[in-house]
């Protein structure tokens, strides 16, 4: 079976420009989750979604930052504009709900993010 | 707020031996879901173990098994028998068992180093 699908691994750009993330979840799975991890902070959860629907968005740093999940098999977190602040690592997780209980998160490979 | 502490930032041990990561959290929930995530230089997030708040016994997975305290919020995890392939970033996380807040607080991390 594929796993949580991210893309791109990597993405270098300069400061200003539009990033988009994209996360494709495993099938079946209901809830997405979108962490960052910095040397700094560790992994932080940025937001996450049940059937689609964000549910908790307070770890979104700022309204640069935005996270879409317009069906079930594809999400995106997009930051306009980027600053090389942003730079870290951006991970996705799936699991899913209503199953047995708090089935536990399946990670992507992370997107390694670098603002120049 | 539910936070958790890992107080080794590195941890070494000899290959073939056996080595403790701490983790502590602080909740005032009863019912929890704590575990144990790896991530190798790969920077794959693979999920080792978990552990249910109400169950007694401590979880095990082959040469992975914990040591949960509950009154004193600890929640330890034990390598047996280190291996090359164990050298990583090792994070305890906690989740509420509450549907539909599955989200995940991680701890700093411990880098485990493993010596031929």
């Known amino acids: 079976d594929a796993g949580v699908i991210q893309s791109p691994r990597h993405e270098v750009t300069e400061m200003g420009q539009e990033v988009t993330l994209r996360c494709k979840p495993i099938?079946?799975?209901?809830?997405l989750f979108w962490y960052r991890q910095t040397m700094m902070r560790g992994l932080e959860l940025l937001i996450y979604?049940?059937?689609?629907?964000?549910?908790?968005d307070s770890g979104m740093p700022e309204d640069r930052f935005s996270a879409k999940m317009p069906n079930a098999s594809f999400s995106t977190l997009k930051i306009q504009p980027s600053e090389p602040r942003d730079s870290a690592v951006y991970f996705c997780?799936?699991?899913?709900?209503?199953?047995?209980?708090?089935?536990?998160?399946?990670f992507g490979d992370g997107t390694r993010l670098s603002i120049l | 707020a539910q936070t958790v502490t890992q107080s080794q930032p590195e941890m070494s041990v000899q290959e073939a031996e056996t080595v403790t990561l701490s983790c502590t959290y602080d909740?005032?929930?009863?019912?929890?879901?704590l575990f144990w995530y790896k991530q190798p230089p790969s920077r794959q997030m693979i999920l080792v173990i978990r552990?249910?708040?109400?169950?007694?016994q401590n979880a095990t997975e082959n040469r992975f098994s914990v040591n949960f305290q509950k009154a004193a919020k600890s929640f330890s995890l034990k390598i047996s028998d280190s291996q090359l392939g164990d050298a990583a970033m090792y994070f305890c996380?906690?989740?509420?068992?509450?549907?539909?807040?599955?989200?995940?607080?991680f701890g700093t991390g411990t880098r485990l180093t493993i010596i031929p």
């Open positions: 997780a799936s699991t899913s709900l209503g199953g047995a209980p708090n089935q536990p998160q399946h």
């Open positions: 099938s079946g799975h209901n809830s």
């Open positions: 979604f049940n059937n689609n629907v964000p549910i908790d």
């Open positions: 909740t005032s929930e009863s019912d929890y879901y």
């Open positions: 552990q249910e708040a109400y169950k007694q």
């Open positions: 996380a906690y989740a509420l068992s509450n549907f539909g807040n599955e989200k995940l607080t």
